[in-house]
Structure formats: structure tokens, C-alpha cells
């Protein structure tokens, strides 16, 4: 669990005394409408990161508001490598690119990657695309390799703390507008 700076809550407390109930509504309201946003930053910090789209990113999270606490949850197992980027993408650009090289690109973080020496890229029956590996020099057994899973990398601490970043600054702007909906009488 992670706190974040509720110096503007406790200032939208002060300014709305006077209004019974209007500093919780107000309170409530901002939290929620903060927390949604958070899951669009958590999918654009980790795809800014990572070779993974955001739409991958995005099916992992959740968000869940209980009063004034709000709750942001990424559960997941390690990512296929093929989700990243990886070359040859697909089993039919394998067959032309491995004639002249015996080796697969893959890059998980952006500004790193390596060569893979005797994998290769295979669809499966029930039609997943993977990058596999054999164990022995004989055709079978082979392992599928991996890469992080995105609630690993949702906790790196560069990608974590621009999340965090993200969400008191949405946090302190939906406070303040709150607030002055209850003031100008928009609210009640």
C-alpha cells in the first residue's frame, strides 16, 4: 500500500466547513474520478518503458474505490516474450529471416534487447504465437520464454513513482474542482 500527499483534502475540509456533508461528496467524487485516471497513466508509464501495448497493460488492472480509500491492483503472470518485441514476429517471417541467421531478436525494456541463440517462433494449436526454446538437441521438449509480468513492472520504482506522480496531481485538480462546484452552488 502506497499513501499519497491529501494536503489538498484536507484543504477542501477547511474551505467547505460551512457546507454539512459537502467536504465528503467533494472528497469522494475526486478520489474516484482520480483513481480511473490512474489506470490510464499505469498503462502509459509501463508501455513508455516496455515494448508492450497499452491495451495488454490495461487488461491486467484494477481499480476499486471504498469510500475514501481507492485501490489501484495489477495481478498477472509472467508476459509471453512474443507479446514484446521480438523479430521475427510471426512463424511466417521466420522462415525467411532464419535462413540467414539462426538467432531471434527480442527486446523487453526499450533501449535494451539481445539476440536469442536456437529459438524460434511457433503458433500453437489453440493458436497462441510464442517464442520457444529447445532443451536438447533433439526436437522435443521445448519451453516458451518469458518476460516480466506486468505487475513486476508496474513496481519498478522509475514506472511506480510516475504513476504515484500522476495520481496526486489528478488528485489535487479534481479536489479543487470539487470544491468550487460546491462553492459557485453547483453542487449539493
Known amino acids: 500500500m502506497i499513501d499519497i500527499d491529501t494536503s489538498s ?3 477542501a475540509q477547511e474551505l467547505l466547513e460551512k457546507i454539512p456533508g ?7 467524487s475526486a478520489i474516484r474520478l482520480s483513481i480511473r485516471g490512474a489506470k490510464a497513466d499505469a498503462a502509459k508509464e509501463v508501455a513508455s518503458h516496455y515494448h508492450i501495448t497499452q491495451r495488454d497493460v490495461k487488461k491486467t488492472v484494477e481499480t476499486r474505490v471504498s469510500g ?10 509472467v508476459t509471453a516474450l512474443s507479446k514484446f518485441k521480438t523479430r521475427p514476429k510471426d512463424p511466417a517471417g521466420q522462415l525467411s529471416y532464419t535462413m540467414k541467421q539462426k ?6 525494456m526499450k533501449g535494451q534487447g539481445g539476440t536469442i541463440a536456437h529459438a524460434f517462433v511457433a503458433r500453437m494449436g489453440s493458436g497462441h504465437t510464442g517464442v520457444f526454446q529447445r532443451l536438447r538437441k533433439s ?10 509480468s506486468i505487475p513486476q513492472a508496474m513496481t519498478r520504482p522509475e514506472v511506480a513513482s510516475l504513476i504515484m506522480r500522476g495520481i496526486e496531481n489528478r488528485l489535487a485538480k479534481n479536489v479543487d474542482h470539487e470544491v468550487n462546484a460546491f462553492l459557485m452552488g453547483y453542487r449539493r
Open 22 to 28: 459537502a467536504a465528503e461528496k467533494a472528497a469522494g
Open 103 to 108: 538467432y531471434i531478436h527480442a527486446s523487453v
Open 9 to 11: 483534502l484536507e484543504k
Open 68 to 77: 475514501m480509500a481507492a485501490r489501484l491492483t495489477s495481478k498477472g503472470s
Open 139 to 148: 526436437s522435443l521438449p521445448v519451453r516458451e520464454l518469458f518476460g516480466p
